[in-house]
Nanobody
């Protein structure tokens, strides 16, 4: 059974940091590119960051470039999103997505709220 379980969300003040984790099971994690998406209140889901199977290439949305860092540990079947210098506009539910060709899996999401 495929599972992607996000964790690490919460309430943080502007300028603060959070580290999200996404633990994968039920598929060959190291064969899949991994992505983070987010959906803010009243907004469509949007791409945040991606990382290739070996972690050699990462990409970021312009809105998070320089503040967020995606990484992965294939030995632990986990992908991370380090979020620094958080802004209120980063408030959203954050989802991880596994992608391999036509196959994709989504997690259930974790809430991140940036507010003073």
């Amino acid at each position: 059974q495929v599972q992607l379980v996000e964790s690490g969300g919460g309430l943080v003040q502007p300028g603060g940091s959070l580290r999200l984790s996404c633990a994968a099971s039920g598929f060959t994690f190291s064969s899949y590119g991994m992505n983070w998406y987010r959906q803010g209140p009243g907004k469509e889901r949007e791409f945040v960051a991606s990382i290739t199977r070996t972690g050699g290439i990462t990409q970021y949305a312009d809105s998070v470039k320089g503040r967020f860092t995606i990484s992965r540990d294939n030995a632990k079947n986990t992908v991370y999103l380090q979020m620094d210098s958080l802004k209120p506009e980063d408030t959203a539910v954050y989802f991880c997505k596994a992608l391999f060709g036509v196959y994709s899996y989504w997690g259930q999401g974790t809430q991140v709220t940036v507010s003073s």
